[in-house]
C-alpha cells in the first residue's frame, strides 16, 4: 500500500482505539448509574425508563433524609441538587450574561460573529474549574486566594500566563487535533449524508445558542425539550428570508441537474453495464446532492411573510429576546443574530473544523485579558452553600441579591 494509506490507516485504527476506550470507561460510569439507582434509590431498571426527573429528584430528597447521603446538610432541597449537577453550567452563563466571558469575536474579513465549539467549551472548563491550578480546587471549592481582593492583581497575572501557554499548547498540539476532528467528523457524517443528502442543509442550535437561551438551573433534558418546540418556528422565520435571485438560479439549476439525473437513473434501468461506466455511480451521487442542495434556496410557495409573528412563536419557547430584536424581525440585522443561535449544520460542522486553529488565537489575544474581570467575577458572585458547596449566586434564584449584584 501507499505510504499514505498507511498512516492514514493507523491513524485511524488510534482514532477507533480512542473511542473504544471511551465507550469502555462510559460503560463503567453507567454501572456505577445504574448501582446507584437500584440500591440507594431503590429504583429498579423496569421503572427507569417511565420515571420523570421529578420523580428521581423526589426519591433522592427522601433518601438523604434516612441514609444521610450528603453529611454536611440533614436534607437536601430540589435547588441544592441542581446546584450541584450544574455548578459549571450556572457560572459559564452568568459569565456570558456578565460579558466577562464574550462568545463573540471581530474576526477580520467576517466581522463580529459568536464562536463557541466543542473544543472552546473544553478548553474554558479546563481553564476554569478541573485543570490544575485552576480557581476551583477539588471542583467544587473556590480557592481561598481567590476570595482575597488583595490578590486580585497577582491572581489575574497567574491566570493570565495560564491561558497564555494553554493556548500555545492548543496550538503545539493543533495539527494532532485537526486530524481528530476531522476522522470525528468523517465517521460521523459520510453515512449521513449518503442516506439524508440535505443533512447539511438542515439547522441546529448552535453551542452559543444553547448557551444564550438557557434558564439558571435548568438541566440539559428541560433545555433541549424547550428548543426542541422552538425548532420548527425558527426553521420557517429563518426559510422566509430567501433571495429571489438566488432562488432562480436554485430553480434552474436543480431543473439541469434533474434531467441529468433522470437520464442516467433511466440509462441504469434499461442497461446494468451502464453502471460499470468510469465515474457514473459518482455522477449520480452528485447531481442527487447538487438537487437537494438547491432546494435549499427554495422558498415554500405557501409560506407567509409574517417575521414578527414567528419570532413570538420562538420567544414562547425560549423565554427570551434582546430588546434590540423588538420590533425589527424582518431586518437584516435580526435575521443573522438568530442565525448566529440557529446554524446550518454545514456552519456548525465548519466551525468544529477551523477550531483547533482558531481557538489558540481566541485563547492568547482576547481571553487571556479577560484575566482580572474573571478573578473579581468569581470573587463577587460565589456562594458558599451548606452541603453544596461554592455556586454562582445568581443561581440561588435569590431576586433581591441578584438585582444589589447587577447594581
Known sequence: MEPAIVVCL?????FWLIRVARIVIHFFKLLEIRAFYKTALRISESDITNLQWQDVQKRLIEVQKVHQM?????ELSELDIHHRILRWKNYMLAMQNKSVISCTYNFPFVGQRAFLTEGMKYNLKLILFWGPGSPFQNNWKLREEFRNPANRFVLANRLSRRIFWIGIANFVLSPFIIIWVILYSFFTYAEMVKREPDTFGARRWSCFGRLFFRHF??????????LSKAYEPATKY??????PFMAIIAKNLAFFAGALFAVLTIFTLLDKDVLLAEHVLTAIAILGLIIRGCYIFVPDENSVWDPEQLLKQIVSHTHYIPDTWKGKA?????REKVAQVFQYKAEYVMQEL????????LLCFNLRYKALDIVDFFRNFTVDVVGVGDVCSFAQMD???METQSG
Open 238 to 243: 429563518m426559510n422566509l428570508f430567501v433571495s
Open 399 to 401: 431576586v433581591k441579591n
Open 217 to 226: 438551573n435548568e438541566l440539559d433534558h428541560e433545555l433541549q425539550t424547550r
Open 70 to 74: 450528603c453529611v454536611h446538610k440533614e
Open 10 to 14: 493507523i491513524i485511524s485504527f488510534i
Open 330 to 334: 424582518h431586518t437584516r440585522e435580526v
Open 354 to 361: 477551523v477550531s483547533p486553529i482558531v481557538t489558540p488565537f
